[in-house]
């Protein structure tokens, strides 16, 4: 599905402007801090109201605006999104939507970018983002029920430290059905992905020459389930922490190559390999349950591989792409495909020559 139009007001630093896009290839050009990754976010908020790099979307708005807006449609779709200091509004199809399930969705769209290699090296959170978005993309039950479980998460935790001092435990069985109930569906639905993913991430993987490169998930609860045992196991320990210790907010996934650790034995440009393995086989699982190919966002994805690595990287892309760099790549250009440069400075973006 290829993303025709976007109007922008008040986003980071770009000049309010609209822009229409090629279906193939849009390479987004220009120096450092000019505004190339700007565009790419404002894309990816659109289609997913999350920003891929701000916690306080507020700070999306441009400095000394009250407000910034964004639309943009494909053929079939269109979306509207609006933040200010105290709301924020999703519209689509012309049609005012309550539920972020109900809005992602509309545009499928994977972002590659040069710091997806923090995936594969840093904390486990990285890695549990990486999983909740690539499944919350094609399943708005998981995204609905990922909310109710951090909601739940919030609440147990509070009982936690508040009965580590007054001893009081009354409502912690009640969240604890909800953590159960919740958590399981999570379980559930991880399970089955994480089979889909494994299977493409080897494929792509040995694509960069990799040697039997694959995933692991780790869980803190015995063969994924969460149940009473599991808590009871844990309680004393809760209690003295004052948080919850276990369920699919603490889990992990790890990877391998040849059959040892990949952190441990893998060479930077393999783990760099790895990451883009998995983002194209999140593009695959969304491409197969959608029918349609999700847009590709690459911020200066692949630009530290090697001649060879980097030119296998590129030939593998498929479907609407858009290249953020400060020189364009040399892609091999299927014959017949449109292609259309864009030329940002200070943030302004205009068709180049």
Same mark, same amino acid.
């Given at each position: ?37 700007n ?5 990816f ?9 701000a ?19 494909t ?61 919350a ?26 009965a ?7 409502? #912690?069985? @009640?969240?604890?059905? =909800? ?8 379980? &559930?639905?991880?399970? $089955?992905?994480? +089979? ?11 694509e ?7 995933l ?8 994924m ?84 690595k980097?030119?296998?990287? #590129?030939? @593998?892309?498929?479907? =609407? ?8 790549? &040399?892609?091999?250009? $299927?014959?017949? +495909? ?16």
């Amino acid at each position: 599905m290829a993303l025709k139009r976007i109007n922008y007001q008040g986003f980071r630093n770009l000049v309010d402007g609209e822009l229409h896009f090629a279906d193939d290839y849009n390479f987004i050009i220009g120096e450092n801090g000019a505004g190339k990754t700007n565009l790419l976010e404002a894309i990816f908020y659109v289609g997913l109201a999350s920003s891929f790099r701000a916690r306080d979307e507020k700070n999306l708005i441009c400095s000394g605006k009250q407000f910034l807006r964004i639309d943009a449609e494909t053929e079939e779709k269109n979306a509207f999104l609006y933040l200010d200091g105290n709301k924020k509004k999703l519209v689509l199809q012309g049609n005012e939507v309550r539920r972020l399930s109900e809005f992602i969705g509309w545009l499928g769209i994977t972002l590659l970018s040069i710091e997806d290699l923090w995936i594969v090296r840093g904390a486990p959170s990285k890695r549990r983002a990486f999983l909740d978005w690539a499944i919350a993309k094609i399943s708005p039950a998981y995204l609905d029920n990922l909310i109710e479980y951090r909601k739940i998460l919030r609440q147990r935790n509070k009982i936690l430290q508040s009965a580590h001092d007054n001893g009081k435990l009354d409502l #912690l069985e @009640l969240f604890d059905e =909800q953590m159960i109930k919740i958590g399981n569906e999570i379980y &559930r639905e991880r399970e $089955k992905k994480i +089979s889909e993913l494994k299977e493409d991430i080897i494929k792509f993987s040995s694509e960069f020459g990799m040697k039997k490169f694959t995933l692991r998930y780790h869980s803190t609860c015995p063969e994924m389930r969460l149940d009473h045992t599991v808590l009871k196991r844990v309680r004393e320990k809760e209690l003295i922490f004052g948080h919850t210790l276990v369920g699919p907010h603490r889990d992990d996934l790890l990877f391998f190559t040849n059959g040892h650790p990949l952190k441990h034995y893998a060479s930077e440009g393999e783990e760099r390999a790895a990451a883009i393995s998995l983002k194209l086989a999140e593009s695959e699982m969304l491409y197969r349950k959608t029918k349609s190919r999700p847009v590709l966002l690459l911020d200066e994805a692949g630009a530290e591989l090697d001649t060879v690595k980097k030119e296998t990287f #590129l030939n @593998l892309l498929k479907g =609407q792409i858009f290249y953020a760099s400060t020189q364009a790549p &040399r892609f091999i250009r $299927k014959e017949g +495909s449109a292609c259309r440069v864009f030329s940002v400075k200070k943030g302004q973006i205009e068709v180049s020559a």
